[in-house]
């Protein structure tokens, strides 16, 4: 079982950045594929990008390709959503899920909530001027 905890969420202004954590404890990411959603005000949860770690494999959801990069901390058992070039869109509670890597075998199934077994508490981002 894993525990996570995220962290890094704030207000920042269009254009801006932040830099989300996922802290994991309780057992090594090496075990998981690591997956970051965000849910706004009366929308659904939609996945955001997606680490097998593993296998080092990233996914990534056509709104953010290109300004978010997921990446890994082995020493600090840490998964970090660098989030550039922020847009109002953007705004959201943030949430990390751990998943089995095994339920991710195709690849279309990383942006699927129900695969994911463990999930943080969420860190809110606001992007406003």
């Known amino acids: 079982q894993v525990h996570l905890v995220e962290s890094g969420g704030g207000l920042v202004q269009p254009g801006g950045s932040l830099r989300l954590s996922c802290a994991a404890s309780?057992?090594?990411?090496?075990?998981?594929?690591i997956g970051w959603f965000r849910q706004a005000p009366g929308k659904e949860r939609a996945a955001v990008s997606c680490?097998?770690?593993?296998?080092?494999?990233?996914y990534y959801a056509d709104a953010v390709k290109g300004r978010f990069t997921i990446a890994r901390d082995n020493a600090k058992n840490t998964v970090y959503l660098q989030m550039n070039n922020l847009e109002p869109e953007d705004a959201a509670v943030y949430y990390c899920?751990?998943?089995?890597?095994?339920?991710?075998?195709?690849?279309?199934?990383?942006?699927?909530?129900?695969?994911?077994?463990?999930w943080g508490q969420g860190t809110q981002v606001t992007v406003s001027a």
């Open positions: 899920a751990a998943g089995p890597p095994s339920s991710f075998l195709i690849p279309s199934t990383w942006s699927h909530s129900w695969e994911y077994d463990y």
């Open positions: 309780g057992s090594s990411l090496d075990y998981y594929a």
């Open positions: 680490l097998i770690v593993s296998d080092d494999i990233t």
